[in-house]
């Protein structure tokens, strides 16, 4: 980074420096996958629960990925249920990992329309001191066949026909994420159509209401 700010003036050597520059992002966006898989297998990933206010994250995420959508020309929408509490007992990491890796692949396999998050909540008892949360990401995207939503999830897997070339990724995104989501007690759900899109529903039941 500190060699791409000297040599803006030469745009060949300026073109190699962020060649560099981006392998070393993927080189260790794969080393951090690998880290976190292999902690999930050996039963080795905390959870550190914490107070956290979700509407800041998702502030966070919507702009962050403002600019690529807009790079893209795509349709950005977040919707977030009014009743959400504003304070919630959670791993801000992990819940941040598994939009970040949702959001991301959803912008990433459309190029035509948009992508929509709908988060939502709902009680879960009386006392109102846990709630049941959902949240989809809906892309207008080039969707998986029928016979692959599982595939997707295993480690090193990708969609049939896929042009790592065009795309990148390893295929440990979604694996990850589903493992995640799993150790934090909810559910990750998946349904597509080829050529139309997909909806990825993360179900996190029970989550504690933080004082």
């Known amino acids: ?97 598994v939009l970040f890796n949702l959001i991301g692949n959803a912008i990433k396999f459309t190029n035509e329309g948009g992508v929509t998050v709908n988060v939502k909540s709902e009680d879960c008892n009386e006392e109102q001191s846990h709630v049941d949360v959902s949240i989809e990401v809906i892309d207008t995207g080039i969707g998986i066949p029928e016979k692959e939503l599982q595939l997707i999830f295993e480690p090193f897997r990708q969609k049939d026909g896929q042009s790592t070339r065009k795309y990148g990724g390893t295929g440990l995104g979604l694996s990850i994420t589903q493992r995640l989501v799993g150790i934090m007690g909810g559910v990750l759900e998946v349904s597509s159509t080829p050529g139309k899109g997909s909806t990825f529903t993360v179900n996190l039941p029970g989550i504690q209401v933080a004082a």
């Open 1 to 97: 980074e500190i060699l791409e700010e000297q040599l803006r003036e030469d745009p060949q050597k300026h073109e190699y420096i962020k060649g560099i520059r981006n392998s070393g992002k993927g080189l260790l966006g794969l080393i951090n996958d690998i880290l976190d898989l292999s902690k999930i297998e050996a039963g080795k990933l905390d959870i550190n629960y914490e107070p956290i206010n979700p509407f800041a994250i998702i502030e966070e995420i919507r702009q962050i990925f403002l600019v690529k959508t807009s790079e893209k020309k795509l349709e950005f929408q977040i919707h977030v249920d009014a009743g959400l509490p504003r304070s919630l007992l959670f791993d801000e990491t992990r819940m941040r990992q």
